[in-house]
């Protein structure tokens, strides 16, 4: 049942991260950096350590490395759009 919800939780975060890339104009590393950022602010309020106990290592590898290896495979098997 850990594996489950570590995989929801993960592929939220991961879906999240995807609608920021398709819908704003947000590069994947300023993505990354808001992902870091808001870790921060929940890790802070107590927040993110009842989504670690509740997903487990869907929580804590989902908003690190899920948003960089979701950036660097974004980025290596899109086009480059112009953002202006």
Same mark, same amino acid.
């Given at each position: %049942?850990? *594996?489950? =919800?570590? *995989?929801? &939780?993960?592929? +939220? ?6 609608? /920021?890339? #398709?819908n704003? $104009? +947000?590069?994947?590393? @300023?993505? +990354?950096?808001? *992902? &870091?950022? +808001?870790? &921060? /602010?929940?890790?802070? *309020?107590? &927040?993110? #350590? $009842?989504?670690? #106990?509740f997903a487990?290592?869907?929580? %804590? ?6 948003? %960089? %290896?979701?950036? /660097?495979?974004?980025? /290596?098997?899109? @086009?480059? $759009? #112009? =953002?202006?």
């Amino acid at each position: %049942m850990i *594996f489950l =919800k570590a *995989f929801i &939780v993960g592929g +939220l975060i991961c879906v999240i991260g995807q609608i /920021l890339i #398709d819908n704003t $104009k +947000l590069t994947p590393a @300023r993505i +990354l950096v808001l *992902f &870091v950022c +808001l870790g &921060v /602010l929940l890790g802070a *309020f107590g &927040v993110y #350590d $009842k989504l670690v #106990d509740f997903a487990g290592a869907g929580a %804590m590898a989902g908003g690190v490395t899920v948003a %960089m %290896m979701s950036g /660097l495979i974004v980025a /290596l098997i899109s @086009r480059s $759009k #112009d =953002k202006s």
